[in-house]
């Protein structure tokens, strides 16, 4: 009976253990990345979309609570940081406004995408249940699709209303997602090297605060 509780116990302590993100276990080399309201050294891009954006922006910061909101009314979309990079690691906390009865929230956080998205790396920001990493990569030269979903370690998506804490990770020919502490998914074959950071926009209202950027030797 003791051996019983006992392995009770410690099942319930690894359960509940944490990795701290790799802002909170580094704070040093950081670079906050949150956009000015002019939007300088950000584009707005299609994203696996042929159809003209809207002329009327669906993205907006809110200096006063120091969030970029987008309303997820203006199509499919990505927000492209315009600086490339290689080993990275991109922290963005996010939360959806809550709709009734709603289900099927959508966004993504993204690293290494080629500059016109056509490459991406994206964790799936949604509902419980997501969180895993997918895109589409090149292969024998031209892009394929790779989706980590039955591959997730767990589910550590909290539900729409609440803030999730997402970090990208890209060293080399590994990535990595890490949510609310811990990794959910890994991916160690990735022959993009270089790319772009950005979140994208499908059709939900969002807000990311906390968008941070951190550049790996």
């Not at 707005?44 to 042929?50: G, I, K, N, V, Y």
């Amino acid at each position: 009976m003791r051996r019983l509780l006992t392995f009770i116990l410690l099942s319930a302590i690894g359960a509940c253990a944490q990795i701290p993100s790799a802002l909170d276990a580094d704070p040093t080399g950081w670079k906050d990345i949150m956009p000015a309201p002019s939007f300088e050294g950000w584009t707005r891009l299609p994203f696996m979309s042929t159809a003209p954006m809207d002329a009327v922006s669906q993205w907006k910061v809110d200096t006063t609570n120091h969030v970029l909101l987008c309303e997820g009314n203006r199509g499919h979309e990505w927000l492209r940081y315009d600086k490339e990079l290689a080993n990275a690691i991109f922290h963005a906390e996010y939360r959806f406004t809550k709709i009734e009865g709603g289900k099927g929230y959508n966004s993504g956080v993204m690293l290494r995408n080629s500059a016109d998205g056509a490459v991406y790396f994206q964790a799936q920001a949604g509902e419980e249940g997501t969180g895993w990493l997918f895109g589409s990569s090149m292969i024998g030269g031209q892009p394929q699709r790779f989706n980590l979903r039955s591959e997730m370690k767990e589910n550590r998506v909290k539900p729409a209303g609440e803030w999730n804490v997402f970090e990208v990770r890209a060293e080399g020919p590994k990535m990595s997602v890490w949510v609310n502490g811990g990794v959910t998914t890994e991916k160690a074959d990735i022959t993009v090297l270089k790319g772009y950071a950005g979140l994208e926009a499908e059709g939900y209202r969002i807000e990311f605060r906390n968008i941070k950027l951190k550049e790996l030797k």
